[in-house]
């Protein structure tokens, strides 16, 4: 056993470890800066103009645009102009050790909500519907941009950071399947768009024509003709299909609405460019669904916009009906407005999807169809969200009356084409009472959001041990909540506040999420609050093997603030050579008489150039040897930092720890360590079997502050 390097090397604990607080300092609470005062309701809209050939038009400025509502001009109050680099900066960065929620360009950030409408899909088009999600996510995501994946069932629910989540999001997209399935007898079908028209308008046209197929594909018998009756009222049978074929629409549509409005409050609650994709058949216009509305009022407040990606390919005639229905979208496809014989059935299968092309259209996107090359023209909606401008104003209208305000952006420029979503639904006077509870409303859309929510600072980390009941394994979560955003109050000589926890911990592939819940008073001594920096937040879990996404949301009473951190881990199978999650720490517990102080799991891999850093790991499953009866596990470690080695040591024996596990511990002073990030690469090797695993680990050295 020697050394290559001049460095520490420890034993199982490192007495010589001091402990540290678990309160450091530096913190002071601070009010929350807002941009507008409280109460004035500002309209905020993404812009996108491009020239004739699609191309981002870059460079203008706020006088360049006119704002109008209801056809009265606006005062543009805020103004951001977004332009990112075609290619990314950065360098792809693995799956991080530990989650944070700060430290992120939120304007530089986009995050886009991909709904996988599995209730509009039939079977047979799940695979279409997959190819185009996973050509999105491998070929128009970029480094550093968030996704969801989601279904309008509810069945899946993911977020994940380009580029380190990108494999997850496709694992779980194979797993999902389109849901629609044909009703009723094949003699009998109907489509959605004859089923409205028969109950919501009583069309005797649509319930003849419907009535006619039927009589020829034998379903009915040849209805008697006796007198003007046959004109008056629709067939019951035909009736009876209508309204059942009505029905499960309506359900699917109300559906796929919620998880839209869903992913809208989530998307509300962070910053940055925000796009919801739905990938679908699309659905009829139904003016008596309410829960449309709810999703336009959700992309006004999130500033996010719909595009709908219709898969059911070229469709030959629909081109001139589209241009048509652009150059007249107030009149065209109107049942009451006669169309072309030839034409009758292409407007129909436009109206079995004008609900979603009109919903795209009305928050500022647009709908990618009639093509058999999606892939083209879904790359649009990720170039412009590379490109575009953000306005905000306070409207001239003040009242909380519920109506739809009509929203209309010009530029001054010649041959530009400019889009932003039409209007929005003004908040109704009723509403003010869903305001009015905050807590509900703030972390559940901290929960839906594609990824983390700043406000209160959060880190944190999950440490995988060894198995506790049959086929779980120990998991340590440890998350770090900045008091320095959290609001105090003085009471009795202490400072109080009151903060709301939530940690919800799911599986990728099946099974309920876990959640814990729970408030955290604090009540804190002068002294301690004067340094006051983090208040530590530890739960142990028990996992089965699989990948997890743990959310961890802070909540602060006072004020309603809402932090979130989203942190992805594994428990890998729990049979064979398994080596535990790496503890990686600067602080020791207090120690106890006799023995030696414990290190303390941290979420953190930032550590000042002050005092030791502790690396110990345990090793379980390891093979006994037939001669001694006793495992022998050799461990070895390099330490490198800007390309070339700086300390490490060759293999030795791993120690049997007071567990029965295995283990082994590596100590750095952090003095000699030059500021910067270091790669720990640790090997095992199972000299039993010859099974040999190597892990990466890394961390920072920050330079300690002066004074």
């Given amino acids: 056993m020697s050394a290559k390097h001049p460095g520490l090397r420890l034993a199982w604990m490192l007495p010589c470890l001091c402990s540290a607080p678990l309160f450091t300092a530096e913190a002071r609470p601070q009010e929350n800066s807002q941009d507008f005062l409280a109460g004035v309701e500002l309209v905020t809209v993404d812009v996108v103009v491009a020239s004739a050939d699609g191309t981002p038009v870059v460079g203008l400025t706020k006088d360049d645009f006119e704002v109008q509502e209801d056809g009265e001009p606006q005062v543009v109050a805020r103004f951001t102009a977004i332009e990112l680099p075609a290619e990314p900066d950065g360098i792809p960065r693995p799956q991080p050790a530990v989650s944070s929620n700060t430290g992120d360009d939120e304007r530089a950030a986009r995050s886009f909500a991909l709904i996988f409408d599995d209730l509009h899909l039939a079977p047979t088009q799940t695979r279409r519907a997959r190819d185009v999600i996973a050509g999105f996510l491998a070929r128009n995501l970029r480094e550093g941009d968030r996704a969801l994946l989601a279904t309008t069932s509810g069945g899946a629910w993911w977020s994940a950071r380009m580029e380190a989540g990108r494999e997850r999001l496709l694992d779980l997209l194979e797993t999902l399947e389109g849901q629609r399935l044909l009703q009723g007898s094949a003699k009998e079908r109907m489509s959605d768009y004859e089923a409205i028209r028969i109950i919501q308008h009583q069309d005797l046209d649509v319930c003849k024509r419907v009535l006619r197929r039927f009589v020829s594909e034998g379903a009915l018998p040849i209805p008697r003709i006796d007198g003007p009756i046959v004109s008056i009222y629709c067939n019951p049978t035909v009736a009876r299909s209508a309204q059942e074929a009505y029905d499960r629409e309506t359900q699917r549509t109300r559906a796929t609405f919620a998880a839209l409005t869903r992913a809208m409050e989530g998307l509300a609650a962070i910053g940055g460019r925000k796009s919801v994709v739905l990938v679908s058949t699309g659905f009829v ?150 305001e009015a509870d905050e807590l509900p409303l703030q972390m559940q859309r901290a929960l839906q959001a594609p990824l983390e929510v700043a406000g209160i600072g959060l880190r944190a980390s999950a440490s995988v041990f060894e198995e506790g009941e049959p086929g779980h394994a120990r998991v340590e979560w440890v998350a770090d909540i900045a008091l320095g955003d959290v609001s105090f109050d003085e009471r009795e000589g202490r400072q109080v506040a009151a903060v709301d926890t939530l940690l919800r911990v799911a599986r990728l592939m099946g099974g309920e999420p876990e959640s814990l819940s729970e408030t955290i008073n604090l009540r804190l001594r002068p002294e301690t609050y004067e340094r006051a920096q983090f208040y530590p937040y530890r739960k142990t879990l028990s996992l089965k093997p699989g990948h997890y996404q743990a959310r961890f949301l802070a909540h602060d009473r006072a004020n309603g603030t809402v932090g979130s951190v989203v942190h992805d881990f594994d428990v890998p199978e729990l049979d064979g050579l398994r080596v535990a999650s790496p503890v990686l720490t600067d602080t020791a517990s207090p120690a106890i008489a006799g023995q030696p102080p414990e290190p303390m799991l941290v979420p953190y891999r930032d550590f000042p150039s002050t005092g030791m850093l502790l690396c110990s790991v345990e090793v379980y499953g390891a093979a006994s040897d037939p001669a001694s009866g006793e495992p022998r596990v050799l461990m070895s470690y390099s330490l490198r930092h800007d390309g070339r080695e700086v300390a490490g040591e060759e293999a030795r024996p791993m120690a049997p720890g007071p567990n029965g596990a295995l283990g082994g511990a590596i100590g750095l002073s952090l003095a000699d360590l030059a500021p910067g990030t270091y790669d720990l690469a640790l090997e095992f090797v199972d000299d039993v079997r010859g099974q040999r695993q190597r892990l990466h680990e890394l961390f920072t050295v920050v330079a300690a502050p002066l004074g």
Avoid: C
Avoid at 314 to 320: A, H, N, P, R, T
Avoid at 330 to 341: R, V
Avoid at 373 to 402: C, N
Avoid at 417 to 426: D, E, L, N, Q, S
């Fill in 285 to 434: 216009l139904d003016q008596e669904i309410d829960e449309r509305r709810d999703v336009v009022a959700a992309s006004r407040r999130a500033n996010a916009a719909v595009y709908f990606v219709d898969v059911r390919g070229l469709e030959v005639g629909m081109e001139q009906l589209f241009q048509a229905h652009y150059e007249n979208p107030d009149t065209f496809g109107s049942a009451d407005i006669p169309q072309p014989p030839a034409a009758s059935q292409l407007t129909e299968d436009w109206l079995e999807t004008e609900g979603a092309v009109t919903l795209a259209s009305d928050t500022g996107g647009f709908s990618v169809r009639n093509s058999n090359d999606l892939a083209r023209g879904i790359a649009r909606i990720a170039d412009e969200s590379r490109v575009y401008y953000l306005l905000g104003y306070t409207p001239t209208k003040t009242a909380r009356d519920g109506k739809f305000r009509k929203i209309e952006v010009r530029v001054d420029r010649k041959g530009v084409k400019v889009r932003a979503r039409r209007g929005y639904y003004a908040t109704a006077a009723q509403e003010n009472t869903r």
